[in-house]
Nanobody, 122 residues
């Protein structure tokens, strides 16, 4: 399984960005798919996940929306009202457990994609 993340870039504060993560190699329609991010000098943190339901980190509630298109084997992350502190490398992942279980997913579990950089300028 390969996960290909895209959609990052340089965005002004207050703007929006939509990240995409396309899976290939197998159909992941029954898997939980999610997003993590890692800011410079910080640990990777969970952002949001989706399977039969959605699950968000407290810090992501309100401005982040995760969605998926099973026909395209793709998961999306819409981020609105971007803040400089949203600057990070965003990683997508897939896991056979629940969306909530993805919040504690380790790097050695499931499938991980390469990151896409989001830089928010003030």
């Amino acid at each position: 399984v390969q996960l290909q993340a895209s959609g990052g870039g340089l965005v002004q504060a207050g703007g929006s960005v939509r990240l995409s993560c396309a899976a290939s190699g197998r159909t992941l329609s029954t898997y939980a798919m999610g997003w993590f991010r890692q800011a410079p000098g910080k640990e990777r943190e969970f952002v949001a996940a989706i399977r039969w339901n959605t699950y968000y980190a407290d810090s992501a509630k309100g401005r982040f929306t995760i969605s998926r298109d099973n026909a395209k084997n793709t998961v999306y992350l819409q981020i609105n009202s971007l803040k400089p502190e949203d600057t990070a490398v965003y990683y997508c992942a897939a896991d056979s457990r629940t969306a909530q279980a993805m919040s504690v997913m380790s790097l050695g579990h499931g499938y991980w994609g390469q990151g896409t950089q989001v830089t928010v300028s003030s």
